[in-house]
């Protein structure tokens, strides 16, 4: 009689490290789209089909498998809230790939101005980026009050000490990364034609 070998089912950090590349790679027989891929995936480790070893062997696949240009750019580093949840998405060391890590509350020794105690670690969350979609990032104003609470720069967790940043609530770095562009001035027909005109007087003298 053969043995049957126990199930083992992946690791969370595998899963999430699973899902992440089912997202970003193609591979039809997955799926024809991100979400497709995501869902077959998930679905055969619900259901016993994959175990750690066969998640192993799909990474593998993955891996090698073209990225998938149509899910490029939906998800971009920055800050994301989804269900009440904050996450930060940022680049590796590599800058090959995005990985998400969740905002965690904890004891800490900072007071807020309703002298609670509180303080942030940001975890890293492997299954998050998955669910994560483009009109969940907030801007600088939206993460502002949760950089003010923590005193810390929401987008890489540095505590803000000079006091520019502390009044606009982020790090010189992030903030040229994060802020908004400067809006572009509408064109003003009067306005040129006045600096054509003093233009033109400046040239005959």
């Known amino acids: 009689m053969a043995r049957t070998e126990p199930y083992v089912a992946p690791t969370t950090k595998m899963m999430g490290f699973m899902l992440s590349l089912a997202r970003e790679r193609e591979l039809p027989e997955y799926g024809a789209t991100a979400n497709e891929r995501?869902?077959?995936?998930?679905?055969?480790?619900?259901e016993r089909r994959l175990s750690k070893w066969g998640a192993m062997?799909?990474?593998?696949?993955?891996?090698?498998?073209?990225?998938?240009?149509?899910?490029?750019?939906?998800?971009?580093?920055?800050?994301?809230?989804?269900?009440?949840?904050?996450?930060?998405?940022?680049?590796?060391?590599?800058?090959?790939?995005?990985?998400?890590?969740?905002?965690?509350?904890?004891g800490g020794r900072r007071l807020t101005e309703a002298d609670t105690v509180v303080k942030i670690e940001f975890v890293y969350d492997p299954g998050a980026l998955s669910g994560l979609r483009a009109e969940d990032q907030m801007t600088l104003e939206e993460a502002k009050p949760f950089i003010i609470r923590y005193g810390k720069c929401i987008f890489c967790n540095t505590p803000l000490r000079d006091a520019t940043s502390v009044e606009r609530g982020v790090g010189p770095v992030c903030f040229k990364r994060y802020a908004p562009p400067k809006p572009v001035a509408e064109p003003d027909p009067e306005r040129d034609a006045r600096l054509d005109d003093l233009l033109a007087q400046l040239g005959r003298r």
């Open 38 to 46: 995501v869902a077959f995936l998930q679905r055969e480790v619900d």
């Open 57 to 106: 062997s799909v990474i593998d696949r993955l891996k090698r498998a073209p990225v998938d240009t149509s899910t490029s750019g939906t998800v971009q580093p920055g800050v994301y809230r989804r269900n009440g949840t904050i996450y930060v998405v940022k680049l590796n060391r590599a800058k090959t790939a995005l990985h998400a890590r969740r905002l965690v509350e904890i």
